[in-house]
């Protein structure tokens, strides 16, 4: 179980997935204008990057964890479907690496890469004895 602690790293990771819900930000009109579910699902992406980002800073809870690691998953699972057999409706930008797609799959590796060296840096939970133990 990941306890719930701010440190450095997960603060840069608040930041990385920041930046990654600014860079899905900045392709929402491109993406709204080649198929609106796009549009819709990095929309979406942008909402939950900046709620992710928020629980990471504000205390480094396990959910900001969970929703930072899922998108970074999903937005990479995304470019590498689009970079290999195109998305649906969107033909025209199967295969195309934009500076801004660039960017993002930078931002989603950097984000999994602090959130796993967090984890694996993180210090044991404390034991502690039931109340009813003598």
Known sequence: MIMSMRTRRARMAALSVLLLGVAYLVQVPRLTGLAAYLGVLAGAGVAV???????????????GRLLATCL????????????????????????????A??????????????LVVDALRRPAAPQRRPPYAL
């Open 49 to 63: 990057a900046f709620l992710a980002a928020a629980r990471l800073w504000w205390g480094g809870h396990g959910d």
């Open 72 to 99: 970074s998953v999903v937005g990479l699972v995304g470019h590498l479907l689009n970079y290999v057999a195109g998305v649906p409706g969107a033909s025209s930008i199967r295969g195309q690496v934009s500076d």
């Open 101 to 114: 797609s660039v960017v993002a799959v930078i931002l989603e590796l950097s984000t999994l890469g602090l």
